[in-house]
């Protein structure tokens, strides 16, 4: 506005006059609403108003709409200080003798923000309450710690033995549900993390709810994270859909310190008013909290706005230097640009200037804000607070760039600190950085265990088990699949959809099963379940879609089972954590199974997978069109040759490779019975394939063989020649297929006889397999254990050759657990587009390269001439002097 001339500047005063009288007697709510609909009719004539996403830079609850905190504040402000102080002591000490780390920064500057939190908001699980989740910023962990520890909840030794873990005695270094089963919830490091498992857990309550599952209204989610933090795709890449269901359950709190790890967040601008622009264009409700109460006088002086155009101009790299200096400097730089507000301030002291507060160090600015959150509804709620990095360590790194890996603090500045806070340690005591506690009975610890009480009991906690098992059905209600397709051809996708649909109709489990797909339920023959179940939706379905008329149409329902993600491969990952971990959370066993193209689960959301692992998930993950040569059309990008090499690297994730329709039966049955009965901390990633083909029947005796990761297939008949040359052929998923074929071939061709082992799982034969090494290897005297790979094996002639349609690596993983010669093929390298046939023989792992490696091992072991593999070489048309597949 102020680059366009003014024509009539009488005109414009009067119009200003009628506006702040308005303002004046009616209010600003009256306000608001006549330039909503100025604003509205100018539109409607047509006129460009651009609306303006940002407000200006103040607190958005001014000081006269302010919710008074209750409780005791100076109770409060000293608890708030020793736990600051135990945050800091607990990091030195451990540095002392270790050097294993830690951060003092980050609590610094979020424990009011904590502390309000804690004593006023955060209901725990109670018999009233289902309790609210709580996402703590991984870096403020020594805050947490130093809260437990002042409540009894933690030891002295358990502080000394921060980020000390391996004796068992330590605290984790970041929230760690795996390390910390019974403290910590949710995994929030790495950065990014925790906002968007929040969004996803604010929705599952939803969905819980909906379906008359889980009773969760009234709880909150909490999500704390920095402002740094939200330059992750994974913190702002959500938020839309938190805003488009408006999940009015769900609260961000953003710890605006306006730096991160190695300068300012937004040095030439506000990231602030650059948040607040996201969050509100994305539909949020957003408070701002800038400004301690210390300002509300300065700024009610404030007639003709030249204290909030200073504080407008000003960037967040000059803010992090005002804080970094002392209250001359302020005085200088800030007010002395103009002045009228030198002369504003003239009256202070520069120690008034400097004790101008932020507004996320004020506990009733952040009561009032968190007040706001909770009752507001319709939306989600951003609260915007700034504050200073590394607040109360003065020179040792307040507002300083090096306080993310500050890691000490001097004598001079652990006295400052001391002083600054009035703790209760004397001068020749500060070298030894004791621990601060109140004393049984003393009116600081009673306070904190009322307060605690009084919403339900202590936070963080985490339950281990749910109070109810789920009763899963045995393996005999799949038999439809055990007794195989009658020669009918159909794909391992197609198998499991079949099991899914006997799951969703069984009496005592269906309901709590919960699929969930991005956006390919089509392409996995799913769309059958869109009637049936329906996808979940807030709000129904407020439209007729185009295919109403079709048997299987696209429908939507408030009560819907399916979770439809839309082209979201780590929102839909992130729904099936927070299914996954509902046993925990809301004390409810849910069986999610998220279907997805393989290519696009552990490669492009692995660090969420491994945070679900951390986080101790259930459920299943299902890796559709997988191998590198089945999805034959999709070429480079989509075709998945190593997902199973990244599932191998979670602990605690079971992953299968099944080749026909009664193992991948198998598999989920006992994952059912695991996970959802015996309630073990695991969950499965299973590859299912596009690939039709006919599915045998069960053989007798194989369950145990499926689940433990091999099994005999089919053993070759001596016959008239009990002397042939033999060999044991492993296959896994739809290259046992090849395998089996391979073996004809070596049959019809060479006379050279082979076992066929189906392998589902080449990474438990591996897990099992340095089991009995590590067994070994510690027991010297004692009979040496064989792993299962070496039972399985030992008795049989020959060498052995395994294929499968991954890298290479993945039948690796069992090369030392086998006492015979062994090759490995997969398919290494970058996919393409091709027919199957072509890329298996591209990559060397269709049935005639099986046959030659075979032929290979036995002439390498001298049983046949290598004459013979030349001659399978032609015979087969293979080209011994082509390039590398891996290189190509």
């Known amino acids: 506005m102020a680059a366009l001339p003014d024509h009539d500047p009488q005109e414009t005063k009067e119009w200003l006059e009628a506006f702040e009288a308005v303002l004046e007697f009616e209010g600003a ?74 951060h003092i920064a980050s609590f610094a500057s979020a424990a009011t923000l904590y502390d309000v939190g804690y004593n006023h908001f955060w209901h725990a699980e109670s018999e009233n309450h289902g309790g609210d989740l709580v996402f703590v910023q991984g870096h403020s962990a020594p805050g947490i710690y130093a809260r437990a520890f002042l409540l009894g909840r933690l030891t002295e030794e358990q502080l000394d033995n921060f980020r000390q873990e391996v004796d068992g005695r330590g605290l984790s270094s970041y929230p760690h549900p795996w390390l910390m089963p019974t403290f910590w919830k949710f995994p929030t490091v790495s950065m990014g993390l925790g906002p968007i498992q929040a969004i996803y ?38 938020i839309s859909v938190a805003g488009r269901e408006k999940l009015d359950n769900l609260i961000f709190v953003v710890n605006c310190n306006l730096q991160r790890l190695d300068g300012p967040v937004r040095g030439n601008s506000k990231i602030i008013q650059e948040l607040e622009g996201d969050f509100r264009g994305a539909g949020w409700n957003v408070i701002k909290l800038i400004w301690g109460s210390y300002w509300d ?114 004598t001079t500045s652990l006295k400052a600190f001391r002083d600054r806070f009035k703790l209760p340690i004397p001068d020749e005591k500060l070298e030894e950085i004791p621990y601060l506690k109140f004393e049984e009975g003393s009116p600081e610890l009673n306070y904190m265990r009322e307060r605690r009480m009084a919403l339900g009991g202590y936070l963080p906690s985490r339950r281990q088990k749910a109070d109810k098992s789920l009763d899963v059905p045995d393996l005999s209600a799949f038999e439809s699949l055990l007794k195989g397709s009658d020669g009918r051809e159909m794909s391992t996708t197609m198998a499991f959809v079949r099991i899914l649909n006997l799951l969703v109709r069984d009496k005592n489990i269906g309901k709590y099963v919960v699929p969930i797909v991005p956006d390919e339920s089509r392409t996995f023959g799913m769309e059958g379940m869109f009637r049936q179940l329906g996808i979940w939706s807030t709000v129904g379905q407020l439209y007729v879609p185009e295919d109403a008329d079709q048997l299987m149409f696209y429908k939507e329902d408030k009560h819907g089972q399916i979770l439809q993600e839309g082209i979201n491969e780590a929102g839909a990952t992130c729904s099936w954590m927070a299914a996954a971990s509902s046993y925990s959370v809301h004390n409810q066993i849910m069986i999610p199974f998220y279907i997805f ?127 042939a040359p033999r060999v044991q052929l492993l296959g ?101 587009s091709d027919t199957r046939e072509k890329l298996r023989r591209f990559f060397e792992v269709d049935r005639y390269q099986v046959a030659v490696a075979a032929l290979k091992a036995l002439a390498d072991e001298g049983t046949v001439p290598a004459s013979r593999v030349t001659e399978a070489i032609k015979k087969y048309g293979l080209d011994p002097e082509r390039i590398d597949p891996w290189k190509v």
Not at 615 to 625: D, H, I, K, P, S
């Open 732 to 832: 896994g998923g739809t290259i046992l297929r090849e395998v089996i074929a391979a073996s004809e071939l070596l049959a019809n061709d060479f006379g050279v006889l082979s076992d066929v082992w189906s392998v589902t799982s080449f990474t438990e034969l591996r897990r099992e397999g340095m089991s009995v090494e590590r067994w070994n290897l510690l027991h010297p005297e004692a009979p040496p254990r064989r792993s299962y790979v070496e039972q399985c094996l030992m008795q049989r002639p020959g060498p052995v050759v395994a294929a499968t349609d991954y890298m290479r690596l993945l039948a690796d993983q069992i090369r030392p657990y086998l006492p015979k010669r062994f090759i490995a093929l997969g398919t290494d390298g970058f996919g393409r």
């Open 297 to 410: 006088p300065l700024l009610a002086q404030d007639k003709n706005g030249l204290l909030l155009k200073r504080m407008e101009e000003c960037v967040d790299g000059e803010y992090q230097t005002f804080k970094a200096r002392d209250g001359a400097y302020v005085r200088k730089y800030f007010f002395g640009k103009y002045p009228e507000l030198a002369q504003m301030v003239a009256h202070m002291t520069d120690d008034d200037i400097w004790r101008l507060n932020r507004g996320g160090h004020d506990p009733h600015k952040i009561y009032a804000a968190y007040h706001a959150a909770v009752n507001h509804k319709g939306q989600p709620t951003v609260i915007l607070a700034k504050t200073v990095k590394g607040y109360g360590m003065g020179e040792a790194g307040e507002g300083q760039n090096i306080t993310h890996q500050q890691k000490k603090m001097g």
């Open 201 to 238: 857990q604010a929705r599952f309550m939803k969905y819980l709810h909906d379906r008359g599952i889980v009773n969760t209204e009234g709880r909150k989610v909490w999500c704390f994270c920095g402002d740094g933090e939200m330059d992750e795709p994974e913190s702002l890449g959500c």
């Open 29 to 102: 709510e009256r306000a608001n609403y006549l330039l909503d609909a100025l604003i509205d009719r100018a539109r409607r004539s047509g006129m460009y108003v651009p609306r303006d996403l940002t407000t200006p830079y103040v607190n958005t609850i001014p000081p006269e709409k302010q919710v008074p905190s209750p409780g005791d504040h100076e109770l409060e402000h000293r608890i708030r200080s020793y736990v600051r102080w135990n945050a800091v002591a607990m990091v030195l000490r451990a540095n002392r003798r270790t050097n294993v780390g830690g």
């Open 597 to 723: 193209y393989s290519m696009f689960g552990f490669q492009r959301v692995g660090d969420l997978l491994w945070a679900a692992g951390d986080m101790r998930c259930r459920g299943f993950l299902m890796g559709g069109t997988s191998g590198r040569t089945t999805l034959n059309g999709e070429g480079l990008q989509h075709q998945d040759g190593h997902s199973h090499i990244l599932a191998s690297t979670v602990p605690n994730c079971i992953a299968y490779d099944p080749a026909f329709a009664y193992e991948l039966a198998v598999i989920i049955q006992d994952g059912l019975r695991r996970m959802m009965h015996d309630q073990e901390d695991v969950y499965y990633y299973i590859t299912v394939m596009n690939e039709n083909y006919a599915h045998p029947p069960m053989p007798e005796g194989v369950r145990e063989g499926i689940l433990k990761g091999m099994y005999l297939f089919s053993e070759a008949a001596a016959g008239n020649s009990p002397k």
